[in-house]
Each structure stands twice: as structure tokens, then as C-alpha cells.
């Protein structure tokens, strides 16, 4: 079965703080991708960062890093210095095929200014 | 940047009609979707097409089609909308790689009254 869960459904943080999202999945494919995708109040998607399986690099890109780790099927995404541009619903996605996306089902991030 | 079009943000519509979504993305990918989204079922999959005609269905295909003329245009299709099809809907696209992130249109929430 393939799966995703973000444990945590509702974040509040005050600005400046940082945060971190959990992620986990289930596969039994050794090849995918996994993906973080931000839909803020206006309704639209953005695709954020992405990591292959075969790369268990951590990365850092502006306030953004995540952190991918195979042993126990996480891939937390974290962000530093929150703002309140933040807020939005942040999904976490495994990609195994072309055709085939499992989202998570959302967790929903409030910076409170 | 890849810019993923769909016709409408909001539509109101009648049980019974006929209803049409469309969607239209400039990048020329090979892969368009069709998602829903409600509260507390996170995003569930319609249809996907891999090629001009061609079409999967997703995990929830029931009371929808599709249609996939033109690489750049997929048009899903409720042939008697019913209120329990009230919901957000997404459409996105993406190149024919694993690696390839989905890039979601704005969105067309839907009611059927």
C-alpha cells in the first residue's frame, strides 16, 4: 500500500519562530519522489521542494530546508524565521510513477503576527 | 513559469445540468489531472490523461468524464451534476518524468444546488 500521513492537522506559531512539518510514507517502490506543495488562503497549489529516493541529502533554499530520511520514511520539511505569509495549508506528496501522486492530507500552518 | 488555466473560480449550477470545467496549461506537458478537494478528504483523484485522447481513471471517477482533444486543454465533464458533487476542483499538469512536480490552476469551486 502506498500512503502518506502528516500527523499534525493544525499548527500555530508566532512569527519569527520556526516550524517544522512532519511527513511520513509507506511504498515498496526503491524509485519515487517526494514533493512539498503550499496552498495558501487564495486556493492554489505551488510546488515547493522535491527529493528523490536516492538522495538522502538534507538542503537548505532561502528559509526553507528539509530534512529526508529513508531509515524511517520521513521527509519533514521546516521553516525558519516564520512569517505570516506563511499561513497557508502545506501538503506533503509521494510521486511513484507519472501517473500516480499520494497527497497527505494537509497540515494547516497559522503565523500569528 | 508554467501557467495552468481554468475557466472559472466560481460556479453555481442546478442539479441536473450539465456541467463543464475546463482547463487549460502552456507548457505543452504530456500529463494533466483532475483532482477534488473537500474538507477532511484532502485530494482525491478524478481522471488523468497521459496523451491527446487518452484518459485514466483516478480513484474517484463516478458521476465524471473527461475530455482530452488538444495536448494543451482537458475538460472534465459532470453529465448530471448532483450536490454531492459541490466541491473544489483542480486541475494540474505536469511533464512525463518522476521528477516532474504537478502545477495546479487556481481552482473552480463548485455548488450545485
Known amino acids: 500500500a502506498q500512503k502518506v500521513t502528516q500527523a499534525q492537522t493544525e499548527i500555530s506559531v508566532v512569527e519569527k519562530e520556526d516550524v517544522t512539518l512532519d511527513c511520513v510514507y509507506e511504498t515498496r517502490d526503491t524509485t519515487y519522489y517526494l514533493f512539498w506543495y503550499k496552498q495558501p488562503p487564495s486556493g492554489e497549489l505551488v510546488f515547493l521542494i522535491r527529493r528523490n529516493s536516492f538522495d538522502e541529502q538534507n538542503e537548505i533554499s532561502g528559509r526553507y530546508s528539509w530534512n529526508f530520511q529513508k531509515s524511517t520514511s520521513s521527509f519533514n520539511f521546516t521553516i525558519t524565521a516564520s512569517q505570516v505569509v506563511d499561513s497557508a495549508v502545506y501538503f506533503c506528496?509521494?510521486?511513484?510513477?507519472?501517473?500516480?501522486?499520494?497527497f497527505g492530507p494537509g497540515t494547516s500552518l497559522s503565523v500569528i503576527p | 513559469d508554467v501557467k495552468v488555466t481554468q475557466s472559472s473560480r466560481y460556479l453555481v449550477k442546478r442539479t441536473g445540468e450539465k456541467v463543464f470545467l475546463e482547463c487549460v496549461q502552456d507548457m505543452d506537458h504530456e500529463n494533466m489531472f483532475w483532482y477534488r478537494q473537500d474538507p477532511g478528504l484532502g485530494l482525491r483523484l478524478i481522471y488523468f490523461s497521459y496523451d491527446v485522447k487518452m484518459k485514466e481513471k483516478g480513484d474517484i471517477p463516478e458521476g465524471y468524464s473527461v475530455s482530452r482533444e488538444k495536448k494543451e486543454r482537458f475538460s472534465l465533464i459532470l453529465e448530471s451534476a448532483s450536490t454531492n458533487q459541490t466541491s473544489m476542483y483542480l486541475c494540474?499538469?505536469?511533464?512525463?518524468?518522476?521528477?516532474?512536480?504537478?502545477?495546479f490552476g487556481n481552482g473552480t469551486r463548485l455548488t450545485v444546488t
Open positions: 494540474a499538469s505536469s511533464a512525463g518524468q518522476l521528477r516532474s512536480p504537478l502545477h
Open positions: 506528496a509521494l510521486k511513484t510513477s507519472y501517473d500516480k501522486v499520494i
